[in-house]
């Protein structure tokens, strides 16, 4: 691939659903609001959503000790900041904070939100965003050095996943999808988010009718004009999608909407969907964690997502964080990384 030298920043959003106040705000929309949106996920409103298990402290931790040439780290919150982030950290790392308040003003409507797809649909409009960014999850973690290369190629995005028939939801596919999201939840615990229908939904948005490339939970290379240009001619549906307090099926996903917007111009390196492992406490059985936990340790894999943390025995998470702080906390002190400090470890 060859060499990209155009500034790059991460963006993160991210919530602590423990904080009061964030309870508080919750609970007035769904009091005021109620439920109105039958299109709405059914997991949507699940605290385990806006649960704050330390999982952004390793993400920030291992973009700047494996991605170091990354000059900002913008972390978009709800009038929030992380208790490990003291201002001190802040300016050692270049972590800028930004408020929801930011990047929707002139949409104050959409404000409270408690969606992330709301949010990312506004990613864009943060004031002074590099022309390409790099988004994260607050529960992506890299475990293995990345360089510009492998998020931008001669300014093309490079994405990685693989093509998969487009299925269409009627009406009656919705509903039932509705009712069996519903009764998983009820009888086995998972927590399903239609992630593949937010794909397919985006990827015909763009323009794509048959087809959609299917990406895993990976860091997302995004660039900042490519959606600034899209809701400058289409501002109706930025400003249909941001309305939604809590995911709903009728939106589509801002970011899988830009990575077709590139594929269909052929801005896009496409690449296998390797090198990722998804740690999942609500699904993990013991023996698969173990594989997926070997894959990481033995540097099989460069990107990881940590969802449901809290499912795990308190043994497992035990593991999970040693593995993280073994491998992260090696790389923060060579010099190479440009850190060469130990910087701090996930509280148990």
Known sequence: MA???AQIDAVIAWVDGNDPEHIRKRRNIILTEGDN???EVPT???TTRFADNGELEYCIRS???FAPWIRTIHLVTDNQVPRFLTPEIRRELNVHLVDHRQIFAGFNFAIPTFNTRTIETALWRIPGLADHYIYFNDDFILTGDVVPSDFF???KVVLRGEWNSIVTYGPLRLELNR???LAVKKLLGITRSTHLLLQMKSARLAGSHNRYFRVPHVPHPVRTRTLERFFSRHPELFEQNIRYRFRSTGQFSAIFLAHHLEINRNMAVLLPPDEHVMINGEMDTAA?????LNRIRHRHARF???QGFEYFRDDQQRQIRQILDDIIGEREKTPASGLGIELFTLDA
Do not use: E
Request: proline residues 0%; aromatic residues 8%.
């Open 288 to 292: 698969g964690l173990k594989r997926k």
């Open 3 to 5: 060499d990209f030298n």
């Open 44 to 46: 949507g409103r699940d």
């Open 304 to 306: 990881v997502c940590l």
């Open 37 to 39: 949106d039958r299109l």
């Open 179 to 181: 009712l069996y999201s």
């Open 153 to 155: 190629d001669a300014g």
């Open 63 to 65: 973009i700047r000790a």
